[in-house]
């Protein structure tokens, strides 16, 4: 059985896949979700960021949630991440991001936080703006490294794609070339040291001028071949094959998020060949906002999208789509997808 999270406008849709179609259930309604992620060694064990009332817990698969997160000072949990390889009594240790810019730590599954204030302690941190507020700035991604426990990426929008070698005890600036606007970075647990960054500023791997190395970040290249849009927002990787992944992009922020001028695509790119458009399935790439992509393990070559049009799958590994027939709530507003995460159960 496949199950859905998806952060939408003023609530958290709980979708679930039954014999019969596919099951909807709100949570969370008349809050702001931003982000989410799942402990991936108990995935009943949720946690979803809020732009406006902190931080919730699910311990039930989503059908209950809690407030938690008393000792973190900000409401605006813009990022979240549960480590897959560090963990206290079995659980997952968990990265919260805020805005403003801080991370916070929990090895006890969000009941209490510890702020790793070293983060702010870096060079470039005075100069890091998020241009919709540029009188601050927000810790958009968060990735604890599927290899290497300990190792933590974190993305600074706008500003830098910072390293913590120490679960966030210190932190490494940005790297010369490195990503400054990334919106999603992940890291496919099949390649070690291989990242992948959908940015503001393109599409970013490790490598040197126009040759690939995987080295954990301490060089970048732009494989930006085949792109017609080349500001980025959500980046998935086929779960079989490290090589083959999907983006979406926009021309610029305003077409990825504004409804008045929306303007999207998907692109595909598997292995060292250029980048591709796809559209079958898809809806019309006017009046799409930017999609949240999705994958999951347990499904090999399928990817999920995620926008104000609705929910797609793909089982092909992107190279076609089709729309979910999810049957929404009466009154329901899709709206700006902020967050989508799948999980077999």
């Not at 979700?33 to 009943?44: R, S, V």
């Amino acid at each position: 059985m496949i199950k859905l999270y998806v952060a939408i406008e003023k609530a958290l849709a709980v979708v679930i896949q039954r014999t019969n179609g596919w099951e909807v259930d709100l949570k969370l309604t008349g809050t702001d979700p931003q982000c989410l992620a799942i402990d991936p060694l108990h995935h009943e064990q949720i946690y979803c960021g809020t732009f406006d009332q902190g931080i919730w817990r699910s311990s039930d698969a989503g059908a209950s949630w809690e407030h938690i997160g008393e000792k973190i000072p900000y409401e605006r949990i813009m990022s979240v991440a549960v480590s897959p390889l560090e963990q206290v009594n079995g659980y997952g240790i968990v990265y919260a991001g805020t805005e403003p810019s801080a991370i916070f730590r929990s090895e006890d599954r969000g009941t209490t936080w510890r702020d790793l204030a070293d983060l702010r302690r870096l060079p470039s941190a005075p100069t890091w703006s998020f241009p919709p507020r540029p009188y601050t700035s927000h810790i958009r991604w968060i990735t604890p490294d599927p290899v290497f426990a300990g190792r933590v990426f974190a993305a600074a929008e706008a500003g830098a794609l910072v390293r913590s070698l120490d679960g966030g005890e210190t932190w490494e600036d940005r790297k010369p070339g490195g990503p400054f606007d990334t919106h999603t970075l992940v890291m496919p647990r099949q390649i070690p040291n291989r990242l992948y960054s959908a940015a503001g500023d393109g599409f970013m791997r490790p490598g040197s001028g126009f040759v690939q190395s995987d080295d954990g970040g301490e060089t970048w290249y732009r494989p930006n071949e085949g792109f017609q849009y080349n500001y980025l927002w959500s980046v998935a990787v086929d779960p079989v094959d490290a090589e083959t992944l999907v983006v979406s992009a926009a021309p610029g922020p305003q077409q990825a998020h504004n409804p008045m001028s929306a303007e999207s695509a998907i692109y595909r790119r598997s292995h060292d060949n250029k980048w591709q458009q796809v559209e079958h399935g898809l809806p019309d790439s006017h009046g799409m906002l930017a999609s949240v992509l999705a994958a999951h393990e347990a499904e090999p070559h399928v990817f999920y999208a995620g926008n104000n049009k609705g929910i797609f799958r793909s089982a092909d590994a992107g190279q076609t789509w089709e729309g979910l027939s999810i049957p929404w709530p009466t009154g329901t507003r899709v709206g700006r997808v902020h967050a989508l995460v799948a999980v077999m159960e």
